[in-house]
């Protein structure tokens, strides 16, 4: 795991930025932020491009796991995949494994999303409809050993991988 040292700084081009308020918002917990366009680009890039080095061509996967060896999470991943096919079709969906492959330890289906919008979307999705499913989301940066350990996040409780094949 790389130490804190060797990661750039997150503020990076932001070194002669004016000072940030530091008042309460009119909700009482929150930070007032900056107008739009102070000091920063507005709105972000970040919100219609991946960031370097996420690729353009698959930026993101969504691992969906589940327990193949149970019948009922068998067949709510099943009718996951459906609803995932039907209300997405312009993701590109792979077929549903009812066993382990590659680094996943049990069965699974891949979707992948090509910009922040398709990735959002399906993220916050996926946090109310995966149901018994846990989903590995990972960006495709070229690494896939760092992609899958580092540069991951669940939704749902993690599930070991076999890195040894990445």
């Not at 530091?22 to 929150?30: L, Q, R, V």
């Not at 969504?62 to 060896?69: A, D, E, G, Q, R």
């Not at 590109?92 to 919008?117: A, D």
Request: aromatic content about 10%; glycine content about 6%; proline content about 11%.
């Amino acid at each position: 795991m790389p130490t804190t040292s060797s990661y750039p700084s997150p503020l990076h081009g932001y070194e002669n930025a004016s000072p940030l308020p530091t008042e309460i918002s009119a909700d009482g917990k929150s930070l007032v932020n900056i107008k739009p366009g102070e000091d920063t680009p507005s709105p972000s890039k970040a919100y219609d491009e991946f960031v370097d080095p996420i690729s353009k061509n698959g930026g993101f996967d969504f691992h969906v796991y589940f327990m193949h060896t149970q019948e009922d999470e068998l067949k709510y991943a099943r009718e996951l995949h459906e609803r995932i096919r039907r209300e997405f079709p312009e993701l590109r969906i792979y077929r549903l494994w009812e066993k382990p492959i590659g680094p996943h330890p049990t069965g699974m289906f891949e979707v992948n999303t090509f910009n922040p919008h398709q990735t959002g979307t399906l993220f916050s999705w996926l946090t109310i409809h995966r149901g018994p499913c846990s989903v590995l989301v990972h960006p495709n940066t070229g690494n896939a050993l760092q992609d899958h350990t580092e540069l991951m996040a669940w939704i749902g409780p993690p599930w070991p991988l076999r890195t040894d094949v990445l």
